[in-house]
């Protein structure tokens, strides 16, 4: 749980130097101490205390300290110190390749204060490469070994776009040769294959086969010698494959140059733990046990762990290929990440793609600068900024330096910035190094804690020869006390204390000091006779002590202001010209001046206090009065106390005016002389308006529905007119014709009578 001392201690840390004075942020009683805080300077001047002040106000800052008349030759406050032991250029000259710069630096740091520098870096363009090809040899790869016994002139020949020299090497691994990995019945030892159709070499764990070397013919050679093996489970003993190749470095054969292994499999691999299965318990050493034929035997160590790994390739500068499977690229992309300088590509199920996978590969990680430390000491802090393109300035600090897409000969540059917040107790050194690259910054570190002051006197008259002198503080002989060792030491200090206490019952120096010779010295910030008074207790104005430092001082709780300030916090500054208004009088004479600032009476406002608030409410009354008092000569006489000190004046002729009462229209000004005049006039006559809007509505009325039933009327009319014309034209327009219908007959009547027959 927080204490109200820790905040209070927090919060004066971090408060403006200008308020704190640099005390309550540098309260060390010795020098050594005082130089461990960031900012802080110490005063060895021996006369430079006031009576009564503590050896915490020599810490202080270096401001502070001359402001104080701390002569310069006094003061102790070291500066951080650069020295560049070496600096050579960047150069891609063969016989003397520099990609890093500068190559070595001493710094010496104050605790707290940042120190920066410049870092440059160039990837020379012809870097020799060592690659070290690593080949999954399990069943399920027999198909790819066909195909790489013929990639090593095709691996030489894509990456002699990058360099001319090239050494190429080759070595394999399936698993550990124990249950539940590999079968240990006799046959499937000798022969792991699954089917009796293939003839297959015992499993084992790694096997360097070919050491690096520059003929590609011997990489056919050997590579064509192969045969495949096999293993009971799916995942494969690349982590044990991959840390043999990295730690062995006489066997395999690494030179100084840029280094890549190429990781090429079909499945996952064990991690640290899996060899529990098999009853391997011992974690991995980190060290080479390959034998004279270059086999490692996997059944004395457990698995690497991953981190164990990546510490490995980045101490050893190896860069690494992961060429896959599609079916296993989502377990190595994750695996990656947390490997530095490594890379993903998928690998198709014949290897026919893996020298284009590898050159590839190596475009990306040679495009990819990462600047990083290792070995840095306990309590400091290394920041990064990046300068990777002019045109698109730095980035903002991180805890490393990182450029991408930085192409061959293309310059990159870092800031860096130390940070220490402890002090060392040596010098201690560490390195910068650019990841995959050999090269690195050492850099020596020295904290400035310890205090050179050189005026050591022993017996010195300054401690009344009863002590020694170190920094401007007495270290008294024993049996002598005192600031300046000037009290002897009795056996009953009761007496002493007793003069030290403001009550019987109070601390000692109020809890704020120490007791010397039966006087108070109090701790920066108090003072008084018993250092019960809080120098920073005062009230303050805009967040600042007694107004600052130039309005006034905290005197035990009260603020004694300087000049002609004035207030309670000295926020007054105690003259008068800004209130002077005109006709030479203080606010209109409608206020009084406080801090050189206008404060208005009732119902007046503005910063001269020169205008009328609320006039027509405030006179109306007055305006009533008058009203009353028509054609009374001395109205006003009559009205002075319902109007107060007013001067009344009617006006004649037309008027507009904003205010009305009694039948007065009436305005309120104000001259500059102070005094309120009232003008006012009668109201015009007036008729009564109700009558005249009541015609105007009622004739409007009548006036719009006569127009209404006239123009619907005509419209009426209109469409009467237009559909007899319509009719007449339509019946001008018939004709009637008389035509024969030819299917027409007319009807044919015969009458014959029975009683008539013809003979």
Same mark, same amino acid.
């Given at each position: 749980?927080?204490?109200?001392?820790?905040?209070?201690?927090?919060?004066?840390?971090?408060?403006?130097?200008?308020?704190?004075?640099?005390?309550?942020?540098?309260?060390?009683?010795?020098?050594?101490?005082?130089?461990?805080?960031?900012?802080?300077?110490?005063?060895?001047?021996?006369?430079?205390?006031?009576?009564?002040?503590?050896?915490?106000?020599?810490?202080?800052?270096?401001?502070?300290?001359?402001?104080?008349?701390?002569?310069?030759? !006094?003061?102790?406050?070291?500066?951080?110190?650069?020295?560049?032991?070496?600096?050579?250029?960047?150069?891609?000259?063969?016989?003397?390749?520099?990609?890093?710069?500068?190559?070595?630096?001493?710094?010496?740091?104050?605790?707290?204060?940042?120190?920066?520098?410049?870092?440059?870096?160039?990837?020379?363009?012809?870097?020799?490469?060592?690659?070290?090809?690593?080949?999954?040899?399990?069943?399920?790869?027999?198909?790819?070994?066909?195909?790489?016994?013929?990639?090593?002139?095709?691996?030489?020949?894509?990456?002699?776009?990058?360099?001319?020299?090239?050494?190429?090497?080759?070595?394999?691994?399936?698993?550990?040769?124990?249950?539940?990995?590999?079968?240990?019945?006799?046959?499937?030892?000798?022969?792991?294959?699954?089917?009796?159709?293939?003839?297959?070499?015992?499993?084992?764990?790694?096997?360097?086969?070919?050491?690096?070397?520059?003929?590609?013919?011997?990489?056919?050679?050997?590579?064509?010698?192969?045969?495949?093996?096999?293993?009971?489970?799916?995942?494969?003993?690349?982590?044990?494959?991959?840390?043999?190749?990295?730690?062995?470095?006489?066997?395999?054969?690494?030179?100084?140059?840029?280094?890549?292994?190429?990781?090429?499999?079909?499945?996952?691999?064990?991690?640290?733990?899996?060899?529990?299965?098999?009853?391997?318990?011992?974690? !991995?050493?980190?060290?080479?046990?390959?034998?004279?034929?270059?086999?490692?035997?996997?059944?004395?160590?457990?698995?690497?762990?991953?981190?164990?790994?990546?510490?490995?390739?980045?101490?050893?500068?190896?860069?690494?290929?992961?060429?896959?499977?599609?079916?296993?690229?989502?377990?190595?992309?994750?695996?990656?990440?947390?490997?530095?300088?490594?890379?993903?590509?998928?690998?198709?199920?014949?290897?026919?793609?893996?020298?284009?996978?590898?050159?590839?590969?190596?475009?990306?990680?040679?495009?990819?600068?990462?600047?990083? !430390?290792?070995?840095?000491?306990?309590?400091?802090?290394?920041?990064?900024?990046?300068?990777?393109?002019?045109?698109?300035?730095?980035?903002?600090?991180?805890?490393?330096?990182?450029?991408?897409?930085?192409?061959?000969?293309?310059?990159?540059?870092?800031?860096?910035?130390?940070?220490?917040?402890?002090?060392?107790?040596?010098?201690?050194?560490?390195?910068?190094?650019?990841?995959?690259?050999?090269?690195?910054?050492?850099?020596?570190?020295?904290?400035?804690?310890?205090?050179?002051?050189?005026?050591?006197?022993?017996?010195?008259?300054?401690?009344?020869?009863?002590?020694?002198?170190?920094?401007?503080?007495?270290?008294?002989?024993?049996?002598?006390?005192?600031?300046?060792?000037?009290?002897?030491?009795?056996?009953?200090?009761?007496?002493?204390?007793?003069?030290?206490?403001?009550?019987?019952?109070?601390?000692?120096?109020?809890?704020?000091?120490?007791?010397?010779?039966?006087?108070?010295?109090?701790?920066?910030?108090?003072?008084?006779?018993?250092?019960?008074?809080?120098?920073?207790?005062?009230?303050?104005?805009?967040?600042?002590?007694?107004?600052?430092?130039?309005?006034?001082?905290?005197?035990?709780?009260?603020?004694?202001?300087?000049?002609?300030?004035?207030?309670?916090?000295?926020?007054?500054?105690?003259?008068?010209?800004?209130?002077?208004?005109?006709?030479?009088?203080?606010?209109?004479?409608?206020?009084?001046?406080?801090?050189?600032?206008?404060?208005?009476?009732?119902?007046?406002?503005?910063?001269?206090?020169?205008?009328?608030?609320?006039?027509?409410?405030?006179?109306?009354?007055?305006?009533?009065?008058?009203?009353?008092?028509?054609?009374?000569?001395?109205?006003?006489?009559?009205?002075?106390?319902?109007?107060?000190?007013?001067?009344?004046?009617?006006?004649?002729?037309?008027?507009?005016?904003?205010?009305?009462?009694?039948?007065?229209?009436?305005?309120?000004?104000?001259?500059?002389?102070?005094?309120?005049?009232?003008?006012?006039?009668?109201?015009?006559?007036?008729?009564?308006?109700?009558?005249?809007?009541?015609?105007?509505?009622?004739?409007?009325?009548?006036?719009?529905?006569?127009?209404?039933?006239?123009?619907?009327?005509?419209?009426?009319?209109?469409?009467?007119?237009?559909?007899?014309?319509?009719?007449?034209?339509?019946?001008?327009?018939?004709?009637?014709?008389?035509? !024969?219908?030819?299917?027409?007959?007319?009807?044919?009547?015969?009458?014959?009578?029975?009683?008539?027959?013809?003979?």
């Amino acid at each position: 749980m927080i204490t109200i001392v820790q905040l209070v201690t927090f919060l004066l840390y971090f408060a403006d130097p200008s308020e704190t004075q640099g005390v309550q942020r540098c309260m060390q009683s010795t020098c050594t101490e005082c130089l461990k805080s960031p900012g802080c300077a110490w005063c060895k001047q021996t006369d430079f205390l006031k009576a009564g002040e503590s050896d915490e106000r020599r810490c202080d800052t270096e401001e502070s300290l001359t402001n104080r008349q701390c002569d310069v030759n !006094h003061l102790i406050n070291p500066k951080a110190e650069l020295e560049e032991l070496k600096n050579n250029d960047l150069s891609d000259n063969s016989d003397n390749v520099i990609q890093l710069k500068p190559q070595n630096l001493k710094l010496k740091l104050r605790v707290g204060v940042p120190q920066t520098f410049s870092v440059s870096f160039k990837r020379a363009e012809g870097y020799p490469i060592d690659l070290y090809y690593l080949m999954d040899l399990s069943f399920s790869m027999r198909d790819d070994l066909d195909m790489i016994k013929n990639l090593g002139q095709d691996i030489v020949s894509t990456l002699g776009n990058f360099t001319t020299n090239i050494r190429i090497g080759f070595g394999s691994f399936v698993d550990k040769v124990a249950l539940p990995y590999v079968s240990q019945v006799k046959a499937k030892r000798s022969n792991p294959c699954p089917s009796r159709i293939y003839t297959c070499q015992p499993a084992f764990s790694f096997q360097s086969i070919l050491s690096l070397t520059k003929d590609a013919t011997d990489f056919k050679k050997e590579v064509s010698r192969q045969r495949i093996s096999g293993n009971l489970d799916s995942p494969e003993a690349g982590f044990d494959a991959i840390m043999q190749a990295a730690v062995c470095q006489d066997v395999i054969g690494w030179k100084n140059v840029t280094r890549i292994l190429v990781y090429t499999s079909d499945d996952t691999f064990h991690m640290a733990g899996d060899g529990r299965l098999a009853g391997i318990f011992e974690p !991995h050493d980190g060290k080479c046990h390959l034998n004279g034929s270059g086999f490692y035997d996997g059944t004395k160590f457990d698995y690497p762990s991953i981190g164990h790994l990546s510490r490995v390739l980045s101490a050893n500068n190896i860069q690494l290929i992961f060429a896959v499977t599609e079916e296993s690229v989502s377990s190595y992309k994750a695996l990656s990440k947390l490997i530095p300088q490594s890379v993903v590509g998928v690998l198709k199920n014949d290897s026919s793609n893996v020298v284009q996978l590898i050159s590839e590969a190596y475009n990306n990680l040679s495009s990819t600068i990462l600047l990083e !430390h290792q070995g840095t000491p306990q309590g400091l802090q290394v920041s990064y900024q990046s300068h990777c393109v002019p045109s698109q300035g730095s980035t903002p600090w991180k805890k490393r330096g990182e450029c991408m897409d930085v192409k061959i000969n293309e310059q990159v540059d870092f800031t860096v910035q130390l940070n220490i917040s402890k002090c060392l107790k040596e010098t201690t050194e560490f390195y910068l190094k650019v990841q995959g690259i050999s090269e690195s910054l050492k850099i020596a570190v020295e904290t400035l804690c310890d205090c050179n002051c050189k005026d050591r006197e022993e017996l010195s008259p300054h401690c009344n020869m009863n002590g020694t002198l170190s920094c401007g503080i007495c270290s008294c002989n024993s049996g002598f006390l005192g600031h300046k060792c000037e009290c002897e030491q009795k056996k009953d200090v009761t007496s002493l204390d007793a003069s030290c206490r403001q009550e019987t019952a109070s601390q000692l120096c109020s809890g704020h000091g120490i007791c010397e010779c039966g006087k108070c010295r109090c701790q920066s910030g108090y003072s008084g006779s018993y250092c019960q008074c809080d120098d920073n207790s005062c009230a303050r104005h805009d967040g600042k002590l007694c107004g600052g430092s130039e309005n006034g001082r905290c005197n035990c709780g009260t603020c004694d202001c300087l000049g002609e300030y004035t207030g309670r916090t000295c926020e007054c500054y105690n003259v008068t010209h800004q209130c002077i208004t005109k006709g030479n009088t203080i606010c209109s004479g409608h206020g009084v001046c406080q801090c050189n600032k206008c404060h208005c009476n009732a119902d007046f406002s503005g910063n001269d206090c020169s205008t009328l608030m609320n006039t027509c409410p405030k006179y109306r009354d007055c305006m009533i009065c008058v009203s009353e008092q028509k054609g009374n000569a001395d109205v006003k006489k009559n009205c002075s106390e319902r109007c107060g000190f007013t001067e009344l004046h009617q006006e004649t002729g037309a008027k507009d005016l904003p205010c009305n009462a009694g039948g007065f229209m009436y305005e309120v000004k104000h001259s500059t002389d102070g005094i309120i005049h009232v003008h006012y006039a009668v109201l015009p006559g007036s008729i009564d308006k109700t009558f005249v809007v009541i015609v105007s509505s009622v004739s409007g009325i009548i006036f719009i529905g006569l127009a209404v039933i006239l123009i619907s009327r005509l419209l009426l009319e209109l469409r009467y007119t237009r559909e007899y014309r319509s009719f007449l034209k339509a019946q001008k327009d018939t004709e009637w014709r008389d035509t !024969h219908n030819p299917l027409f007959q007319h009807a044919t009547t015969t009458i014959v009578n029975p009683m008539h027959i013809q003979e």
